[in-house]
């Protein structure tokens, strides 16, 4: 089995249990913070619908250059619902056309001229679907601050039953 067999069921569930929450997130509510240290509800969703992207410059590039991102804006839901699903789209494209060696590659995470970190493909593939999941912990829990009811996930939530069950 290849690199990418092993890793697309992994990222097919957790797109689709990340799309379901990212569908929940009330436009109106987009600049409410849990805390003033936090992001805005709109700038962790729009975070959570760039991710998969970054997925598909890990497997296509070498490199990333933050200094270079884009700037977060309070998007509607449904047009970061529409983002996400094309960058999805997109990484798992590039995930199944790799091959082995293409995850052997380094890639590094730059500001500028400054190299944070470099890492070999394969494990920066697996950090982003992490950092990926972690995000969308944070989302599941702004909408149960604001009152929004959060799906199940792994299992079942308090306002949802797994499904199938």
Do not use: C
């Not at 799906?151 to 308090?158: E, H, L, Q, R, V």
């Amino acid at each position: 089995m290849s690199i990418s067999e092993t890793l697309l069921p992994e990222f097919d569930q957790e797109m689709a249990t990340t799309r379901r929450v990212l569908e929940r997130v009330p436009t109106d509510k987009g600049k409410w913070k849990p805390h003033e240290k936090s992001f805005s509800l709109a700038h962790l969703a729009q975070l959570v619908a760039w991710m998969p992207g970054w997925i598909t410059n890990a497997v296509s590039e070498t490199s990333l250059d933050l200094s270079r991102a884009a700037k977060y804006g309070n998007e509607k839901t449904e047009t970061l619902v529409a983002m996400f699903d094309k960058n999805v789209k997109e990484a798992r494209a590039a995930l199944a056309a790799a091959k082995d060696p293409d995850f052997s590659v380094n890639w590094s995470l730059k500001f500028g001229d400054r190299v944070v970190m470099t890492l070999p493909r394969a494990a920066v593939v697996r950090q982003h679907i992490s950092h990926l999941v972690h995000h969308r912990g944070q989302l599941t829990v702004y909408l149960r601050l604001i009152d929004v009811p959060v799906p199940s996930i792994y299992g079942p939530t308090a306002d949802e039953k797994m499904p199938g069950f």
